[in-house]
């Protein structure tokens, strides 16, 4: 299977930071790979998808890079309700799909 | 707009077996370009995929290797839903259950765009 490692685990940051958010898999995935937003209760929301094409609906301060093996997710300016729990996920592997562990982004 | 409705329920006995099922509105279990999948979470094992059931001139299901003797993935094309059984559940398998459409399933494009509400399992006597 496909390891994806997310850092940092954890991040604290305020309103209007500009934050980010790395993922990395343990083997080369071309530009296969998604981002997830979770709030607490909720089901995952898709953000971004091909590692840069961002979700209809999805506010334009969402942004996604990065190929092979690295890749990143910019919130250029944090508002409120972007405080949750973002995940990354591989597509590569076609269907044996794996998700990062998730980065839990705090108040600070 | 694609909306997936869970049901099932929330506590099943150990060795037992966890049935859910989740009703499709806005798409159709038949669509050529979906696949309906269902994915778990849980604190000690963080979101996992555990198969997926599509049609492509036939129908087609693909299992994670760690569920595989245990899972079963079902259309229902009369009622236009999927369901879930997983059997001989053990604690472990308590989690968030999830019905999830993927778009672009036999691509390496695909992505989990629209999500169920989520199912709280419980595997307990």
Redesign the interface.
């Known amino acids: 299977d496909i390891q994806m490692t997310q850092s940092p685990s954890s991040l604290s940051a305020s309103v209007g930071d500009r934050v980010t958010i790395t993922c990395r898999a343990s083997q080369t995935i071309?530009t296969?790979l998604?981002w997830?937003q979770q709030r607490p209760g909720?089901?995952?929301?898709?953000l971004v998808?091909?590692a840069s094409s961002l979700?209809s609906g999805v506010p334009s301060r969402f942004s996604g890079s990065g190929s092979g093996t690295d890749f990143t997710l910019t919130i250029s300016s944090l508002q409120p309700e972007d405080f949750a729990t973002y995940?990354c996920?591989q597509?590569?592997s076609?269907?044996?799909?794996?998700?990062?562990?998730?980065t839990k982004l705090e108040i600070k | 707009q694609v909306q997936l409705q869970q049901s099932g329920p929330g506590l099943v006995k150990p060795s037992q077996t966890l049935s859910l099922t989740c009703a499709i509105s806005g798409d159709s279990v038949s669509s050529n370009s979906a696949a309906w999948n269902w994915i778990r979470q849980s604190p000690s094992r963080g979101l996992e995929w555990l198969g997926r059931t599509y049609y492509g001139s036939k129908w087609y299901n693909d299992y994670a290797v760690y569920v595989k003797s245990r899972i079963t993935i079902n259309p229902d094309t009369s009622k236009n839903q999927v369901s879930l059984q997983l059997n001989s559940v053990t604690p472990e398998d308590t989690a968030v259950y999830y019905c999830v459409r993927a778009a672009h399933p036999d691509t390496a494009l695909a992505h989990f765009d629209y999500w169920g509400q989520g199912t709280l399992v419980t595997v307990s006597s």
């Open positions: 071309s296969y998604n997830y909720k089901a995952p929301k898709l998808f091909a979700q995940y996920q597509s590569y076609t269907p044996l799909y794996t998700f990062g562990q998730g």
